[in-house]
């Protein structure tokens, strides 16, 4: 059975970055942070989510050929935002997540819990050359931050930004500064090309979102002596959290790699769901 057009309606419903998870012998959810609401009465066989990954895939321009076994697209729909689809299989069988971006960019001061403490965020960020890495717990919450920041940075600050993501999710409006933003897949064959191409350009920011960590450390190798302020977003629940992964998955470069970093935005959710930065040390 094909769900996408009950996806996709539910989707247009919500005003706020959603996600949707489809999973095989479970109902379709959404996921907020770390809960999960069931959104419709229904139990997924392994073929729902296939038709139903099919159906979302043919709204773009590479709808033939085989899924694969992992794999990431996008979208957009009229005057409800950009579509990120991203599946992997267990067992045979597809595990998808669905994410809406709204087209416009929230205002930092509408997402976040305290303005003042930003306002020194900002100030201090910009006044950094090296790699500044934000983190949280989940992709919607940094990716959210993350874009608020530069639409803010760019609003306010004269010069080049320069961003590389896979796929883009939201589109920065040119105000003070200049927006390039490269599409890893479709305007770039990897992040590794696009550092190469920012380091051409000479941006005032370099921002990277959605890389793997060995992507994440090849650019900060290339990027460490360069007087630019690289920001990178990635998923971590916390700098304690950020180290472990470091530890485990690249033992032997642990302490080279943790001091490329010049410091960590570390993000949270408050009780009203608004978001926390604390700057700190690695």
Do not use: W
């Amino acid at each position: 059975m094909n769900l996408a057009p009950e996806i996709l309606n539910f989707l247009g419903e919500r005003r706020e970055f959603t996600e949707v998870i489809l999973a095989p012998k479970a109902s379709p959810v959404e996921r907020r942070d770390r809960r999960i609401n069931k959104i419709m009465d229904i139990i997924l066989s392994p073929e729902d989510i296939r038709d139903t990954l099919i159906s979302l895939r043919s709204n773009t321009t590479t709808s033939l050929g085989p899924l694969g076994r992992e794999g990431l697209f996008s979208f957009g729909l009229p005057e409800v935002g950009r579509i990120r689809v991203t599946y992997l299989t267990q067992r045979g069988s597809y595990v998808v997540s669905i994410v809406k971006v709204p087209y416009e960019i929230p205002r930092l001061e509408s997402i976040v819990s305290n303005r003042s403490e930003v306002e020194d965020l900002l100030e201090t960020l910009l006044e950094t050359n090296g790699i500044v890495t934000v983190i949280g717990s989940s992709y919607v919450i940094h990716n959210l931050f993350s874009y608020s920041l530069l639409q803010e940075i760019c609003d306010r600050e004269t010069g080049l930004l320069y961003v590389l993501e896979r796929p883009i999710t939201y589109l920065i409006k040119h105000s003070n500064s200049i927006v390039i933003q490269r599409e890893v897949g479709v305007d770039v064959d990897s992040f590794e090309e696009g550092v190469e191409e920012a380091l051409f350009l000479n941006p005032e920011i370099i921002y990277m979102s959605d890389i793997m960590l060995k992507d994440a450390i090849r650019a900060a190798r290339r990027l460490f002596d360069v007087p630019i302020l690289t920001i990178m977003s990635v998923t971590a629940s916390s700098v304690e959290a950020l180290k472990r992964s470091i530890y485990v998955f690249l033992k032997e470069e642990y302490q080279e790699i943790t001091g490329l970093i010049t410091k960590v935005v570390e993000l949270s959710l408050d009780e009203k769901e608004k978001i926390k930065a604390t700057l700190r040390d690695i």
